[in-house]
């Protein structure tokens, strides 16, 4: 697990550790000003952590853990056309292929979706789908095989309200999928591979009762919603 400290110098990275009998601290030494926010891995010497390091202006943050100590990993520069940027998310496909998602901000203070790509050491910026005029996050990513993925988040048109965002990765570019699109405004926070064709994503939505839960389940190559507990107006996945 993953996260932050607050200190009187500022924040540092957080991550724990479950042995089997309790949590142990494994946190890293810094920098100040950076927090992690995903985890994930393919093994106990094999895990990835990742957020966002400088508050002003903040940058992709990615560290390693191979069994024994973190090491910071060298990112790509931002794209030109970018101004800061924080990972939201991270999935490690193995040991040698690593997603990251997260989302930027453009030096005229536009809001922008990107994604990194780690194949055999080697991180770069992936193409991905930001149409002009429009605010895009992601908060989640998931990939079952080196040639299937999914990412999602929210995207906004200039003037309108956040609809929730699922791209897709053929193994080859990242598209964007039609995706259940419930009440006002929607967004989709964390999604989850069970198998080839079966993907789950959840999120929330509003309306005129409030805010709600949403539930998102791919399957015979379409997503449809699928109605949870009822937990009621106020609540959120």
């Known amino acids: 697990a993953v996260g932050y400290r607050r200190h009187t110098r500022g924040l540092t990275p957080m991550a724990v550790a479950f042995d089997g009998r309790r949590w142990v601290d494994h946190s890293p030494d810094g920098p100040t000003g950076s927090t992690f926010a995903a985890v994930s891995g393919t093994s106990a010497r ?5 957020g966002s390091r400088g508050t002003a202006r903040p940058f992709p943050l990615v560290d390693h853990w191979n069994g024994s100590r973190w090491s ?3 990112l790509p520069r931002l794209p030109t056309d ?17 997603w990251a998602v997260g ?3 453009t030096k005229d203070g536009q809001t922008r ?7 055999d050491g080697h991180w770069r910026y992936v193409t991905t789908p930001n149409p002009p005029r429009s605010a895009r996050e992601l908060f989640g990513v998931d990939a079952g095989t080196p040639t299937t993925g999914w ?18 990765w ?4 990242w598209t964007q999928a039609a995706v259940p699109r419930p009440g006002r405004a929607s967004w989709l926070f964390g999604v989850d591979t069970v198998a080839p064709g079966n993907t789950w994503a959840v999120g929330r939505f509003t309306d005129h009762e409030g805010v709600h839960d949403l539930i998102a389940h791919y399957s015979s190559g379409t997503w449809h919603r699928v109605v949870g507990p009822n937990l009621g107006p106020g609540s959120g996945l």
Not at 46 to 50: E, H, P, S, T
């Open 46 to 50: 094999d895990v990835w952590a990742a």
């Open 72 to 74: 910071a990993v060298t």
């Open 82 to 98: 970018l101004w800061s940027a924080d990972v939201t998310s991270i999935h490690a496909v193995s040991p040698t292929l690593v």
């Open 103 to 105: 989302l930027a901000s």
């Open 113 to 119: 979706a990107f994604i990194l790509r780690a194949s």
């Open 151 to 168: 990412a999602v988040g929210d995207s906004a048109p200039a003037g309108a309200l956040s609809q929730a965002l699922a791209l897709r």
């Open 170 to 173: 053929d193994g080859h570019v």
